[in-house]
């Protein structure tokens, strides 16, 4: 009986674990599509705007109207969200926590930036004008003290090695 309950534990956390992946993959593909709608509707104005400028590669042309300090527009510092590695000649590598200087942000969806590693684009959603960052750190730190509550709580893990035969024997005759 107690082996029973532990399978159809095992089954229940299974179906939780595919609903949440479902339910993540599905707001991955609207937040692509959402991604995919701004960059289309940015590109039409542009080419209604100025149809004599033309955007070269993935990435909408950057703007160039306002003073230039050095050679490069300074529009303050950012705070990287969010590891980024680039993909492109033209992107820029961060690591989360890094700031950086700003040097265009006429693009809703890509920014153009220079750090250590030096200049490129990135994606706006990746970075914050929020150099504190206080704020998220308390979350964070208050999402970790609710964690170890709950890991606390959890009752200890016990292995029945008979029922990890049972499974791999299931899993061989399923092949």
Not at 5 to 28: G, M, S, Y
Not at 127 to 148: C, F, H, I, S, Y
């Amino acid at each position: 009986l107690e082996r029973t309950l532990k399978v159809e534990k095992a089954l229940r956390n299974r179906r939780i674990d595919r609903n949440l992946q479902a339910k993540e993959e599905a707001d991955i593909a609207k937040a692509i599509a959402l991604s995919l709608n701004d960059a289309q509707n940015t590109s039409a104005q542009q080419n209604t705007q100025a149809p004599s400028q033309s955007a070269s590669g993935a990435y909408p042309a950057l703007q160039s109207n306002t003073t230039f300090t050095n050679g490069k527009k300074d529009l303050g510092c950012v705070r990287a969200l969010f590891d980024f590695e680039a993909a492109e000649d033209n992107e820029i590598t961060f690591k989360a926590g890094e700031i950086f200087t700003l040097l265009d942000d006429s693009d809703p969806n890509w920014w153009k930036g220079s750090n250590r590693n030096g200049e490129g684009l990135f994606p706006a959603q990746f970075v914050t004008r929020d150099l504190g960052g206080e704020k998220e750190k308390a979350e964070t730190k208050e999402e970790a003290k609710v964690e170890e509550g709950e890991e606390s709580s959890r009752e200890p893990v016990k292995i029945d090695p008979q029922l990890v035969e049972n499974c791999l024997e299931m899993l061989g005759d399923a092949d």
